[in-house]
């Protein structure tokens, strides 16, 4: 077959072509792989809260939590997990604008005592070899001075920070010392974020009901019924007892 | 025959990137360890190949002057299939070689091959003519991230094999530097 | 001064040839005078800067809003390439002797990786912005300005060693490329003593 000639038309026209047939191409190609993309970001926040917390059976709350961290508003995920029916912890989802080579992504977990429980790099773009470690360098037992699970951020007056001394902060990753200061910031966001929203559940001293409650997060009792005005009456589950109050 | 000969001057003769000098940036970008480079290698052979089917199939439908942009979109078509391939099914490697996958569209060995190669030739060639630049291409990136991994990560393929820290500047962007130029020294010598 | 930082990040800290290996090509192919360095770097941002607004354009407006990010390679390569070539016309009509200083180097960038990769980093807003909204035009202009500043610098010092280099003794083997390689290497090196200024 002879060469198309180089007529404005034959090229325009060639041009169109070639860029329809690949945009419909490519839009099946997306349409196909939407589901499995979308699958494995579900399946990557998925492991890393197991990761980072302790064992649960269910996600008890996932809510995203508006917070003012370095005078910049900022909507920050939480996860609050449950074994059984008791609460086991909590997972902050953090970004922290101080990384070596941008925005660092990480997911840190709690225990009901406010300690670390563990943490993992959701997205980083630090320099390979080096502010890459991340991901493992803090969850190091050999490397007591730089280990953060376990530690309580309340500790540390003016947050964690990089340091020798065990008593302000963590040691840093070897040559990376922007990223571990990236790293910190993200902890202390997270921590401040952990206490804002732990403040206002656990020091509810006043419980306000509007109309009968079935209730299935405190142990033993099954219902919680409004009498009148002032009273309330709660059933248990296994004498089925009555108290009244 | 010829097509054997055809296959084969990809991996010393012609290699791409140790003679030929394309397609530097990934080289030096994603030789960090020995499966990130063969990673990169194989998503670069994936559109090599296609991109040269495609395009020795449709080459007399394309007026000349217009020849580089059809290429082009052509190429960029399948640098997005297998960006979201990866995406889907490899997202660890994907994450790792983040940037350079959209890149490997302006690499020069594929618009290079399409240009030189498969705008010439009949379609069985031009396919073994990407398999061979490619996997060329793939084996030099490999062997480049193993040596930098074994030197700098004291591991090969992820496995440590001494439990230690490396020599550091070889995972960082001088060794990246050091790593090729002694390479392509190396092949110089023995291409004589 | 976020904006500041934005520049001697993308300058020194991450300079992009010298640490994110993007736009090497033209580092190792033109760089042999200091003179056609500067061209090649000033072509470079000028095209840098231009590319930037306008894909961040497209993006903004149209790949986002359609919810087709999909095409965002094919869109962008397109773009840059369509681009190149308007400014080596549009030049050519309004500035000849301009046109000769940069106009030799123009179909070099349309294949220069560093202006699609700033591009796509513009694009999905995943550069270092330093606490900027990485969404927002302003600093994505800014970044690349500073990358293209970075891309010239690495191009100036690395032609000037070149130019030396030339009547040095240099064992048969390594000649060339090679030693060109061995010079980034170290540039490299000193590069990553930047690290510290932010």
């Given at each position: 077959m002879a060469k198309k000639q180089s007529s404005l038309i034959n090229m325009v026209l060639t041009l169109f072509v070639i860029t329809t047939v690949a945009a419909v191409a490519l839009g099946f190609v997306y349409y196909f792989t939407k589901e499995p993309i979308d699958?494995?970001?579900?399946?990557?926040?998925?492991?890393?809260?197991?990761?980072?917390?302790?064992?649960?059976?269910?996600?008890?709350?996932?809510?995203k939590i508006p917070f003012e961290w370095d005078k910049k508003l900022d909507t920050v995920p939480v996860f609050k997990v449950s074994k059984g029916d008791t609460q086991v912890g909590t997972a902050v989802e953090v970004i922290t604008h101080k990384g070596f080579g941008g925005d660092v992504k990480?997911?840190?977990?709690?225990?009901?005592?406010?300690?670390?429980?563990?943490?993992?790099?959701?997205?980083?773009?630090?320099?390979?070899?080096?502010?890459?470690?991340?991901?493992?360098?803090?969850?190091?037992?050999?490397?007591?001075?730089?280990?953060?699970?376990?530690?309580?951020?309340?500790?540390?007056?003016?947050?964690?920070?990089?340091?020798?001394?065990?008593?302000?902060?963590?040691?840093?990753?070897?040559?990376?010392?922007?990223?571990?200061?990236?790293?910190?910031?993200?902890?202390?966001?997270?921590?401040?974020?952990?206490?804002?929203?732990?403040?206002?559940?656990?020091?509810?001293?006043?419980?306000?009901?509007?109309?009968?409650?079935?209730?299935?997060?405190?142990?033993?009792?099954?219902?919680?019924?409004?009498?009148?005005?002032?009273?309330?009456?709660?059933?248990?589950?296994?004498?089925?007892?009555?108290?009244?109050? | 025959m010829n097509n054997w000969k055809n296959f084969t001057k990809g991996f010393i003769k012609e290699n791409p990137v140790l003679i030929m000098l394309l397609g530097c940036c990934p080289t030096l970008g994603t030789t960090t360890s020995a499966i990130n480079g063969l990673s990169m290698g194989l998503a670069t052979t994936f559109v090599l190949v296609c991109s040269n089917i495609v395009i020795?199939?449709?080459?007399?439908?394309?007026?000349?002057?217009v020849r580089i942009p059809s290429y082009i979109v052509v190429i960029a078509s399948f640098v997005t299939v297998i960006d979201l391939l990866m995406q889907a099914y490899l997202p660890g490697i994907y994450e790792t070689l983040g940037l350079f996958i959209p890149l490997i569209v302006v690499n020069c060995i594929v618009l290079g091959r399409a240009e030189a190669f498969a705008s010439k030739n009949g379609v069985?060639?031009?396919?073994?003519?990407?398999?061979?630049?490619?996997l060329g291409y793939a084996l030099a990136l490999m062997i480049l991230g193993a040596v930098r991994e074994i030197l700098g990560s004291l591991s090969i393929f992820g496995w440590q094999f001494i439990q230690a820290d490396g020599i550091l500047v070889f995972v960082l962007a001088p060794g990246a530097f050091f790593g090729l130029a002694y390479f392509i020294a190396v092949v110089r010598r023995f291409n004589k | 001064m976020a904006y500041i930082l934005i520049i001697i990040t993308a300058m020194l800290v991450n300079n992009i040839v010298l640490a994110q290996f993007l736009g090497i090509c033209p580092f190792l192919g033109v760089s042999g005078k200091v003179k056609t360095a500067v061209g090649m770097g000033a072509a470079v941002l000028f095209v840098m800067v231009l590319a930037t607004i306008v894909t961040w354009l497209v993006q903004t407006y149209i790949l986002n809003k359609l919810g087709i990010q999909f095409m965002q390679t094919v869109a962008f390569i397109l773009i840059i390439a369509a681009l190149v070539q308007m400014v080596e016309i549009i030049l050519k009509k309004i500035s000849p002797s301009l046109y000769q200083a940069l106009g030799i180097f123009l179909p070099l960038i349309t294949t220069n990786c560093a202006i699609l990769g700033v591009a796509i980093l513009v694009g999905n807003g995943t550069y270092n912005s330093m606490g900027l909204d990485a969404t927002s035009l302003l600093p994505a202009i800014v970044f690349a300005i500073g990358t293209a500043l970075g891309f010239m610098l690495a191009l100036v010092i690395f032609a000037g060693i070149r130019e030396h280099m030339a009547k040095l003794p240099i064992p048969e083997g390594m000649k060339g490329v090679p030693a060109a390689l061995v010079v980034a290497g170290i540039l490299a090196l000193a590069f990553m003593g930047f690290s510290g200024l932010v």
């Open positions: 699958n494995v970001k579900k399946e990557k926040l998925a492991n890393a809260l197991k990761e980072v917390l302790p064992e649960f059976d269910s996600i008890t709350a996932k809510d990480l997911l840190v977990g709690f225990d009901n005592d406010g300690r670390i429980f563990g943490y993992s790099v959701l997205e980083h773009k630090e320099t390979a070899g080096l502010g890459s470690k991340m991901g493992t360098w803090f969850n190091d037992t050999a490397r007591q001075s730089s280990y953060v699970k376990g530690r309580d951020l309340k500790d540390y007056k003016d947050g964690i920070k990089v340091s020798k001394d065990d008593k302000d902060g963590i040691d840093a990753i070897t040559a990376a010392t922007i990223s571990s200061r990236a790293f910190c910031d993200a902890l202390n966001k997270a921590y401040a974020v952990y206490v804002n929203t732990v403040g206002s559940c656990v020091s509810t001293d006043t419980l306000i009901i509007k109309d009968d409650l079935k209730c299935d997060t405190l142990t033993n009792v099954s219902t919680i019924r409004k009498t009148d005005e002032n009273s309330i009456e709660v059933t248990f589950k296994e004498e089925g007892g009555q108290d009244n109050e | 020795s199939l449709i080459k007399n439908l394309i007026p000349d002057k069985w060639a031009s396919c073994v003519d990407g398999l061979g630049m490619g | -």
